[in-house]
C-alpha cells in the first residue's frame, strides 16, 4: 500500500504579509533578483513555529531570520568562489542572522567582502588548512577512548576538541606533528551515540526489533528508494514501513567512517519530495544546498518530531563505541533514539540525514547529521524534488575510464571525488580525467595533490559547459577530484584513470 502524504496547501510565500510583520525595513534591503527568489520559497510547515519555540523567537523574528538567511546565501556563495583559497569559512551572526561574516586569510579582500553586503573578518587560516588540520587530529584521536567530538570552528579558526579528560587529550595531540596553535581542546560531557532501535512517528523497520527514520526520498536510474542512517543497517538487510508491511532493502551501508545508507523500496512504496512536519503535515524538498553555519535547520525524527535549531559547525568529527565518524554537522538541535536516519531540511533545501547526539529533547542537547550530498555522490543517487528530477547525464564522452564516480551537483556547491576521500598514485604519470554534466549547466573540473601540509590544485578545466577533461602528467602521491558548479544543478559523470 502506498505510504500516505500530507499535501502542503499553498506554494508562494505571501511575502508582503511577512515583511509587513518584519524587523524595521533599515534592517536590510531586497534587490529585485532577492525578493523575487525570496518571494519563489515557502518557509515549510511549522518551521516558524518551531523557531519561535526552539530559539526562543517572536513570530516577527522568526519570519525576518529566513528572509535573511535565503537573502545572504546568495552573497555568501558568490564570495566563497571569489576568495578561493583565501577563504576563511562563513557564519551568520544575529537574532535574526541580518549578519553574514565572511572569513579571508588577506586583509586586501576586506572591502570586497564589504562591498557585497557582508562583514568581513581577517583570519590566520584558511578553511582549507583548517580541515588539514582536522584530518590529522581525527588520525590521531580515533583510537582513544576520549576527545569524541571534532571539528573545525570558523568563528575561532581553530579546531576545536570536546574531551571529558582534557589535559589527557591535549598530551596525545601535543606529540604529534599537529600545529597545536590551531588547535583548542575544550572540557565537554558531550558523550556521541548512534540514535536508534527506538520508536517514531514515522518509522522504518530493520527485523524485529530495530526502528530507525526516513531521510529522504532518492532514486537509482529507475530505481526508488530513501536515505538513511549507516548505523541502522546493513547491505541486504530487509525493511518493513510504518504500516509493517514489506518495504524495501538496504542496498548499501556506510558506518563507521561515515554513517548513511540507501535503501531500495518495492512498488508499493511512492518516493515523495516532502518531510513530516510533526503536526500533520509536509514540508516541501526543493534541492540539497548545505546551510551556511549559524543558518536555521529543523529536524524530523520518529522519536521526538519536529524541532529546529541551528547549525553550529560542519566537518565535525565524532567518535562513538563503534567507531569514528568524519564529516558529520554539528548543530543545538535536540534529538534522541529512535530519531536516527532522520531529515535534516533548512527551509526547503535538504541537509542530512540525523546520525546520532548527546543530552534530549528534555534537558536539550546537539545533534550530529550525516550531510546529504555526499550520500547522492557516494551512491549515484539524485535526490527526489518538487521541480522533478533532470536524466542522468549521458555518458557516450566519458566512455573507456577504469574508474567511475557519479553524484548530484547543487548550484555553487563543489565535491571531491573519490568518495569524498583522494586515490594513491605509486608511479609517475599521465592523470586523466572527464567529466560529464547534463545541458545547462556549468561545472568545473580540479585535481589537487598532497604536498604534505595542504591541498595544492595542479591542474584544471574551468570552461563555461558543463563538460571537462584534465590530462596532468604529475609525480607519484596522494590526488583528488575537486568538482564543482559554477552554476545551475543536476547529475554528473567522472570518469578518470591514473598511473
Known amino acids: 500500500m502506498p505510504r500516505r502524504y500530507t499535501a502542503v496547501m499553498g506554494c508562494v510565500l505571501a511575502i508582503a504579509a511577512l515583511t509587513a510583520a518584519a524587523a524595521p525595513a533599515a534592517a536590510y534591503s531586497l534587490t529585485a533578483d532577492t525578493a523575487a527568489a525570496v518571494a519563489a520559497r515557502k518557509p515549510p510547515p511549522g518551521m516558524v513555529e518551531a523557531l519561535q519555540r526552539d530559539l526562543h523567537l517572536s513570530k516577527e523574528q522568526a519570519q525576518t531570520r529566513l528572509l535573511d538567511e535565503i537573502r545572504l546565501t546568495g552573497v555568501e556563495a558568490q564570495l566563497r568562489r571569489r576568495l578561493g583559497d583565501r577563504f576563511g569559512g562563513s557564519w551568520f551572526v544575529g537574532t ?55 571539528y573545525v570552528n570558523v568563528r575561532t579558526n581553530k579546531v576545536i576538541v570536546l574531551s571529558d579528560a582534557p589535559a589527557a587529550t591535549e598530551a596525545v595531540i601535543e606529540a604529534s606533528d599537529v600545529d597545536m596553535v590551531a588547535v583548542r581542546v575544550l572540557s565537554s560531557i558531550e558523550r556521541p551515540q548512534p540514535l536508534s532501535d527506538l520508536v517514531g512517528g514515522d518509522p522504518y523497520y530493520v527485523g524485529s526489533t530495530t526502528r530507525c527514520s526516513i531521510g529522504f526520498a532518492v532514486l537509482h536510474g ?4 530513501f536515505v538513511s542512517a549507516g548505523h541502522c543497517g546493513k547491505a541486504g538487510d530487509t525493511t518493513a514501513g510504518v504500516n509493517q508491511a514489506a518495504q524495501g532493502v538496504f542496498q548499501a551501508s556506510t558506518f563507521p567512517v561515515g554513517d548513511f545508507s540507501w535503501i531500495s523500496v518495492n512498488g508499493d512504496w511512492t518516493p515523495r519530495p516532502w518531510v513530516d512536519n510533526g503536526s500533520g503535515g509536509t514540508v516541501d524538498v526543493a534541492g540539497s544546498r548545505a546551510a551556511i553555519e549559524g543558518a536555521s535547520v529543523c529536524r524530523s525524527g520518529s522519536a521526538t518530531g519536529w524541532h529546529c535549531g541551528t547549525v553550529q559547525q560542519r566537518n565535525t568529527s565524532v567518535t562513538y563505541a563503534q567507531g569514528t565518524i568524519s564529516g558529520l554537522t554539528r548543530t543545538n538541535v535536540c534529538a534522541e533514539p529512535g530519531d536516527s536516519g532522520g531529515s535534516f531540511i533548512s527551509v526547503d533545501q535538504a541537509q542530512g540525514v540525523t546520525s546520532g547526539g548527546s543530552g534530549d529533547c528534555n534537558a536539550g542537547g546537539v545533534a550530529y547529521f550525516q550531510p546529504v550530498n555526499p550520500i547522492l555522490t557516494t551512491y549515484g543517487l539524485s535526490l527526489v524534488t518538487i521541480a522533478g528530477n533532470p536524466p542522468p547525464p549521458s555518458t557516450g564522452t566519458c566512455t573507456g575510464y577504469p574508474h567511475t564516480a557519479e553524484g548530484a551537483l547543487a548550484s555553487g556547491r563543489s565535491v571531491y571525488q573519490p568518495n569524498n576521500q583522494y586515490y594513491r598514485s605509486t608511479a609517475d604519470g599521465a592523470h586523466v580525467a572527464c567529466l560529464d554534466g547534463v545541458d ?26 558543463p563538460d571537462e577533461k584534465i590530462n596532468y602528467t604529475g609525480a607519484a602521491g596522494y590526488y583528488r577530484y575537486r568538482v564543482t558548479s559554477f552554476s545551475h544543478s543536476g547529475p554528473y559523470l567522472l570518469g578518470y584513470k591514473a598511473p
Not at 103 to 113: E, K, S
Not at 141 to 146: I, K, P
Not at 222 to 225: L, P, R, T, V
Request: charged share 20%.
Open 96 to 150: 535574526v542572522a541580518q549578519t553574514l561574516v565572511v572569513a579571508t586569510t588577506d586583509p586586501a579582500d576586506v572591502p570586497r567582502i564589504v562591498a557585497a553586503g557582508a562583514r568581513g573578518e581577517v583570519v590566520s587560516r584558511s578553511l582549507a588548512q583548517l580541515n588539514a588540520t582536522l584530518d590529522k587530529v581525527d588520525a590521531i584521536l580515533s583510537a582513544h577512548s576520549n576527545g569524541l567530538v571534532r
Open 222 to 225: 529507475a530505481q526508488n528508494g
Open 440 to 465: 545547462g549547466v556549468d561545472f568545473d573540473l580540479y585535481l589537487q595533490k598532497w604536498n604534505g601540509r595542504s591541498w595544492v590544485t595542479v591542474a584544471a578545466s574551468e570552461s563555461p559547459n
